[in-house]
C-alpha cells in the first residue's frame, strides 16, 4: 500500500517550453503532497507543499511563477516548469502525506522525474 | 530552522560486517520524528527506520538499527551484516511534531559495500 507515482519519468525539452509532472497516490487520500528537487550528488530540497484544493505554500527562493503547483484533487497533485532553462535541469522528486496519518504523519515518495532542458 | 548533518559524505563496509552511519540535528522542539531514508541508483527513496522523540527506545528493524541521544542530538543508523543491496546513499531526516509539513534532509551519506 501507499504507492505513489510520478509522470514521465524523464523528459528531455527545449528550452523556452513548459513541462507538466504528475505526482498520484495510488491507493490511498493524500491531503498534501510536497515537491522536492534533487541536484546531483545532493539532498532533497523542498521545494513547495500543496494541500488538495488550496494554494501551494513555496519555500524561500522557489518561483512560484516559474513552478506552478497545482493540487486538484486528493490523488493528484501537478508541478508545470513553465519557460524551462537548461539550469531548470534537475532530478524532482513528489511525495505525499496520508489523510488521517498516524503519528508519524510518514511521507510516501514517488520514483522521481529527470528534468533535462536543451 | 531545524538543520540535520550527516558528516560521513561516503561509507565503505566489507559485505557481512557492521557499519554505522552518524546524524546529528540542531533543534529548540521537544517533539519530533526523526528517519532514514535509503536512496539505490533507481533514485527511488525508501524508509528505512523511523524514531518518535518521546520514545527513549531505540528503534530497529531487522539488520538495521537506531542509536538515538536525545540530549546530544544524535541519531545513528546501524546497519550489521551488510549486504550488497544496502549499497545506496543513506538520508537522515528530521520532521517537526508541530508542523507536519517540515521535513528537513541531511547531506546523505554513500554507503559502498564491497564484496
Known amino acids: 500500500g501507499a504507492v505513489v507515482s510520478q509522470h514521465p519519468s524523464r523528459v528531455i525539452c527545449k528550452s523556452g517550453t513548459s513541462v507538466k509532472i504528475e505526482c498520484r497516490s495510488l491507493?490511498?487520500?493524500?491531503?498534501?503532497m510536497f515537491w522536492y528537487r534533487q541536484f546531483p550528488k545532493q539532498s532533497l530540497m523542498l521545494m513547495a507543499t500543496?494541500?488538495?484544493?488550496?494554494?501551494?505554500?513555496?519555500e524561500q527562493g522557489v518561483e512560484k511563477d516559474k513552478f506552478l503547483i497545482n493540487h486538484a484533487s486528493l490523488t493528484l497533485s501537478t508541478l508545470t516548469v513553465t519557460s524551462a532553462h537548461p539550469e531548470d535541469s534537475s532530478f524532482y522528486i513528489c511525495?505525499?502525506?496520508?489523510?488521517?496519518?498516524?503519528?508519524?504523519?510518514?511521507?510516501?515518495f514517488g520514483p522521481g522525474t529527470r528534468l533535462t532542458v536543451l | 530552522a531545524q538543520t540535520v548533518t550527516q558528516s560521513q559524505p561516503e561509507m565503505s563496509v566489507q559485505e557481512a560486517e557492521t557499519v554505522t552511519l552518524s546524524c546529528t540535528y540542531d533543534?529548540?522542539?521537544?517533539?519530533?520524528?526523526l528517519f532514514w531514508y535509503k536512496q539505490p541508483p533507481s533514485r527511488q527513496m525508501i524508509l528505512v527506520i523511523r524514531?518518535?522523540?518521546?520514545?527513549?527506545q531505540n528503534a530497529t528493524e531487522n539488520r538495521f538499527s537506531v542509536n538515538f541521544q536525545k540530549a546530544a542530538k544524535s541519531f545513528s543508523l546501524k546497519i550489521s551484516d551488510s549486504q550488497l543491496g544496502d549499497a545506496a546513499m543513506y538520508f537522515c531526516?528530521?520532521?517537526?511534531?508541530?508542523?507536519?509539513?517540515?521535513?528537513?534532509f541531511g547531506a546523505g551519506t554513500r554507503l559502498t559495500v564491497k564484496p
Open positions: 533543534t529548540s522542539e521537544s517533539d519530533y520524528y
Open positions: 531526516a528530521y520532521r517537526s511534531a508541530s508542523n507536519h509539513n517540515d521535513m528537513r
Open positions: 491507493d490511498f487520500q493524500a491531503t498534501t
Open positions: 511525495s505525499a502525506g496520508l489523510a488521517g496519518a498516524s503519528s508519524y504523519n510518514e511521507q510516501f
Open positions: 500543496s494541500n488538495e484544493g488550496s494554494k501551494a505554500t513555496y
Open positions: 524514531q518518535e522523540a518521546y520514545k527513549q
